[in-house]
């Protein structure tokens, strides 16, 4: 899990420390009437900040013409992000949380629920991970952390 403070998770003995967790997730087969509303997918993604234990610090959401909603809420975490298609029934999103308060699979199986997604797939990967020896950011790619499909 993503921590808060390096020095605090080295000092507990904890091996591998990385400050964020993002899951990119990809929900297929859903609702198209709530994947097209403002209303609904501004909604649920507040929900799913909510869900996981997020502070919400702002929120920002784009109806397109002739459809699709793009937005994202910002978290005192990091953030949760979406694109919706509705015409092809499938919704993009980032869960982005930093430290060790929040899970943003629990946002991920939320929204699941919510769109009425029958199939759906997440790639979850740590970002910013620190090197034991300097206790500075590795200067390196993020790494897969899980991979799952529904």
């Not at 029958?118 to 790494?143: N, Q």
């Amino acid at each position: 899990m993503a921590i808060t403070s390096p020095y605090k998770a080295f000092q507990a003995g904890k091996k591998e420390i990385h400050l964020g967790q993002h899951v990119l997730a990809e929900f297929f087969e859903c609702d198209p009437n709530t994947l097209n509303s403002l209303d609904k997918v501004e909604k649920y993604m507040v929900d799913a900040a909510l869900e996981c234990g997020a502070t919400i610090v702002q929120k920002c959401f784009h109806m397109f013409n002739p459809y699709g909603v793009s937005g994202v809420v910002i978290i005192s975490e990091s953030h949760l992000a979406i694109h919706t298609w509705p015409e092809l029934g499938y919704a993009a999103v980032d869960l982005f949380t930093c430290g060790d308060k929040c899970d943003p699979k629990i946002s991920y199986e939320f929204l699941k629920k919510m769109f009425n997604s029958k199939k759906a797939s997440f790639t979850e990967l740590k970002r910013g991970i620190i090197d034991e020896a300097t206790m500075k950011v590795a200067e390196k790619p993020f790494e897969i952390m899980n991979q799952h499909q529904d």
